[in-house]
């Protein structure tokens, strides 16, 4: 972790690309380590020289030592180095215990059965069963004059393995690989200063405040009050159309316009058009539901644990859309050295290490542009 702030902290590139080039860096000599390894195991025991029975136990070992890499990954950002050596082989004695391994299925009690669904070692040990006694394989070589398991069937049986999981244990595998980097990777929009703490949260205030002074915000208003126009246009058009004037609705309107002009350096004319895409992703962000009240209430009071869990409050879409919002914005504005008096110029200062203050030459970390849509 200390890896990944440091890295983090030098804005050279996104979290995602450092996260993509660290998965794919360590990928190779993981991959390295559980090819030596199976393919000794492998021939050591005596199995079938077959390519692909060889390839399909090579890739179980390779899903199951991926699924390992990145359990180890997942513990090791959740809890303290010295820690996380003791958590892990705890935590993974029940998911052995409910492979199903060492307790055969029928022997369990019912209310445990579901949980040789959610453990990867079920899916490993199937899988190799699978591959190495599975799949129409010839009699096992016995030199006595009577063996009960010379059938690999029998093998099979025993396990209580059925021959046609094999596929089903490599999508269980993908599954848990797939969950684990969800797990590890952390929402770009949750970085501003309601819910982040510690030293980051100094460090954010000290280079947003600058922004905040009265002197930024008359700045402003200029922008506020083009708005405003906008706004009295609206409520003449919508009088002359006769009937009542929703005035909630109107004024929620003319705030989206106006944050829309000031924080990201967007005309978003939701006075004009009241389903305009930046309204109604402004729509979802406060559409509440039970499962988002929980997840907020999560997210807040448990911070730590939320974000090492990968719980975030807002949904793909809509972040998705502001971080592609801001990111246009900024390159757009600095390929055209576009200057505004505007939160988002601000934000571009911060951003690229400029004093935000006239005549101020102190300087600061520079703001990633996933820091700049938090932000704004």
């Not at 009699?139 to 059938?151: L, P, Q, S, V």
């Not at 922004?211 to 246009?233: N, R, Y």
Request: charged share 20%; hydrophobic share 45%.
């Amino acid at each position: 972790m200390a890896v990944f702030v440091r890295e983090y902290k030098s804005n050279c590139y996104s979290i995602a690309a450092y996260f993509c080039s660290k998965i794919v860096a360590d990928f190779p000599l993981m991959l390295a380590g559980v090819t030596c390894f199976q393919l000794i195991a492998y021939y050591l025991t005596g199995q079938l020289n077959e390519t692909s029975r060889i390839v399909m136990f090579w890739a179980v070992c390779a899903l199951m030592g991926w699924t390992a890499q990145m359990y180890g990954m997942v513990a090791g950002s959740v809890f303290p180095v010295d820690v996380s050596p003791f958590v892990v082989p705890s935590s993974m004695i029940p998911m052995i215990l409910f492979s199903g391994f060492f307790i055969r299925y029928s022997e369990l009690l019912d209310v445990f059965k579901p949980l040789t669904y959610v453990s990867p070692f079920r899916y490993g040990f199937e899988g190799l069963a699978l591959t190495t006694y599975g799949m129409n394989r010839t009699e096992i070589g016995c030199e006595d004059m009577f063996c009960y398991y010379r059938k690999s069937v029998k093998v099979l049986e025993l396990l209580e393995v059925k021959d046609s999981c094999y596929w089903m244990d490599v999508g269980g595998l993908g599954v848990w690989i797939l969950v684990l980097h969800i797990l590890l990777y952390d929402d770009p929009l949750t970085g501003h200063l309601f819910t982040i703490e510690g030293q980051r949260w100094k460090n954010l205030r000290a280079k947003l405040t600058p922004t905040f002074t009265s002197g930024k915000m008359k700045l402003m208003f200029p922008i506020v009050a083009d708005v405003a126009v906008e706004l009295k246009k609206c409520l003449v058009t919508e009088k002359d159309d006769g009937g009542e004037v929703e005035l909630k609705d109107v004024l929620a309107r003319y705030t989206t316009d106006v944050i829309g002009k000031c924080a990201f350096g967007l005309d978003c004319n939701s006075l004009e058009n009241p389903n305009a895409e930046f309204r109604e992703m402004g729509r979802k962000i406060f559409t509440t539901t039970p499962f988002s009240i929980i997840k907020l209430f999560f997210v807040q009071q448990i911070k730590p644990l939320a974000r090492k869990l990968g719980v975030t409050v807002l949904n793909q879409e809509v972040t998705k859309y502001f971080l592609k919002a801001v990111k246009d914005t900024v390159e757009y504005r600095e390929s055209n050295n576009v200057e505004r008096n505007d939160f988002m110029n601000l934000l571009i200062k911060l951003k690229n290490a400029e004093p935000v203050d006239e005549g101020s030459s102190r300087s600061m970390e520079k703001l990633s542009v996933n820091g700049v849509s938090a932000q704004a």
